[in-house]
């Protein structure tokens, strides 16, 4: 055990962890959006879709802490990797420098951390329905009807104001951590780094614009139905 943590503390070690951990992150980033995209297919759709989950039993728990510890260590090697970045550079860039840091790749720590706090919220939300209570009330009695807890909480302003400022959170994480898994993996090359640069905008601005929809779907949805 002590040589993996030896490992971890490495340099190399620390790259690889943030790259398998992303990835895994990534991962399930993109299959929280298709699930959560069922809501476009109506309430019948979404409910079956959380009664086939709720179904898991202690199984979603299990992937539940799992990806929670994933994250986790995800940040945790980040922080650890930021500092010794920094001990290794006592003396600070050239302003010039910095300026041309985009500013995705200068707030990456903000924004892991901050994703993080986010899906603390959103699992007290959702999940354990400890916030928002009133909203999370009209999924009923048996806890299925989860279409109508979505609408009635991202019909409210300050809620989905929320849920988007975090997606935009996401979207620059995304972009510069993609664009620094292609990097870990070697892919840095003058003819090559332009295209990645692009497919890692892309694969963020679908993930984090997905999720944006999901959030404005009630308000739009609602505002069809009164027309």
Same mark, same amino acid.
């Given at each position: 055990?002590?040589?993996?943590? #030896?490992?971890?503390?490495?340099?190399? %070690?620390?790259? $690889?962890?943030? !790259?398998?951990? +992303? /990835? &895994? @992150?990534?991962?399930?980033?993109?299959?929280?959006?298709?699930?959560?995209?069922?809501?476009?297919?109506?309430?019948?759709?979404?409910?079956?879709? #959380?009664?086939?989950?709720?179904?898991? %039993?202690?199984? $979603?728990?299990? !992937?539940?802490? +799992? /990806? &929670? @510890?994933?994250?986790?260590?995800?940040?945790?090697?980040?922080?650890?990797?930021?500092?010794?970045?920094?001990?290794?550079?006592?003396?600070?860039? #050239?302003?010039?420098?910095?300026?041309?840091?985009?500013?995705?790749?200068?707030?990456?720590?903000?924004?892991? @951390?901050?994703?993080?706090?986010?899906?603390?919220?959103?699992?007290?939300?959702?999940?354990?329905?400890?916030?928002?209570?009133?909203?999370?009330?009209?999924?009923?009695?048996?806890?299925?009807?989860?279409?109508?807890?979505?609408?009635?909480?991202?019909?409210?302003?300050?809620?989905?104001?929320?849920?988007?400022?975090?997606?935009?959170?996401?979207?620059?994480?995304?972009?510069?951590?993609?664009?620094?898994?292609?990097?870990?993996?070697?892919?840095?090359?003058?003819?090559?780094?332009?295209?990645?640069?692009?497919?890692?905008?892309?694969?963020?601005?679908?993930?984090?614009?997905?999720?944006?929809?999901?959030?404005?779907?009630?308000?739009?949805?609602?505002?069809?139905?009164?027309?």
């Amino acid at each position: 055990m002590s040589w993996l943590c #030896a490992f971890w503390r490495s340099s190399i %070690g620390g790259k $690889l962890t943030m !790259a398998v951990t +992303g /990835l &895994l @992150l990534f991962g399930f980033v993109v299959a929280h959006l298709l699930g959560n995209l069922q809501l476009l297919g109506g309430q019948e759709k979404l409910n079956a879709y #959380a009664k086939m989950l709720h179904d898991l %039993g202690s199984l $979603l728990w299990v !992937a539940r802490i +799992g /990806l &929670l @510890l994933i994250f986790v260590l995800h940040i945790v090697t980040a922080i650890r990797l930021s500092r010794s970045n920094r001990s290794a550079r006592p003396v600070q860039y #050239a302003k010039s420098a910095t300026l041309q840091a985009s500013f995705a790749s200068r707030s990456m720590l903000f924004s892991g @951390l901050s994703l993080l706090g986010f899906v603390i919220y959103h699992l007290l939300h959702f999940t354990l329905g400890v916030v928002h209570v009133d909203e999370v009330a009209k999924k009923g009695a048996d806890g299925h009807d989860v279409y109508s807890m979505v609408v009635a909480s991202f019909s409210k302003a300050p809620v989905a104001a929320a849920y988007i400022a975090f997606q935009v959170l996401l979207f620059f994480h995304l972009q510069h951590g993609l664009q620094s898994f292609a990097q870990t993996l070697g892919l840095h090359h003058a003819r090559y780094t332009p295209m990645i640069k692009s497919l890692a905008f892309l694969l963020a601005l679908v993930v984090a614009g997905g999720n944006i929809l999901v959030v404005l779907y009630p308000s739009l949805w609602l505002a069809k139905g009164a027309a």
